[in-house]
């Protein structure tokens, strides 16, 4: 005889994503760049009319607001295990979570949700541990 078994977890956190991010670099620069740009949801102060592309967003989506930015710069050469780290984690990145996307030093613009860094090494964890989180934004207005 079969025995039936109920499985029921609870879920104890669930965070919407924070931040969007975006990894960029030019041929001008030395450095990669991975920025990081608050996300608005409804009700957030800032959310309104003038973050949107359009002013159609009755879904109650998130914004990213570009007024407002937080930047690790990570040398194109890098010379030490951290920085060599963060940057083979960011290739892996781009290349893996992209849609035609290839990791390009002279001239890449990739974007994503914070919530891929899942796995992040410790110099990006550390960057984002430091970022004010949803309640201590305040909107640029």
Same mark, same amino acid.
Request: aromatic share 6%; net charge neutral; charged share 20%.
């Given at each position: 005889m079969? #025995?039936?078994?109920? &499985?029921t977890e609870k879920v104890r956190t669930f965070t919407n994503?924070?931040?969007d991010i975006n990894v960029s670099t030019d041929e001008s620069d030395t450095y990669v760049n991975l920025t990081f740009y608050p996300l608005r949801y409804p009700g957030d102060a800032g959310y309104d009319a003038e973050l949107m592309f359009n002013s159609t967003n009755d879904l109650g989506l998130p914004?990213?607001?570009y007024s407002t930015w937080y930047t690790l710069r990570i040398p194109k050469n890098p010379r030490g295990p951290m920085h060599r780290e963060a940057m083979q984690y960011l290739e892996k990145l781009v290349n893996e979570d992209s849609l035609g996307d290839e990791w390009n030093l002279e001239g890449m613009d990739w974007t994503s949700i914070e919530g &891929?860094?899942?796995d992040a090494p410790l110099m990006i964890r550390d960057f984002v541990? #430091?970022?004010p989180r949803r309640g201590q934004l305040k909107a640029n207005n």
């Open positions: 079969m #025995k039936l078994t109920i &499985v994503p924070e931040y914004l990213a607001d &891929v860094l899942t541990s #430091k970022l």
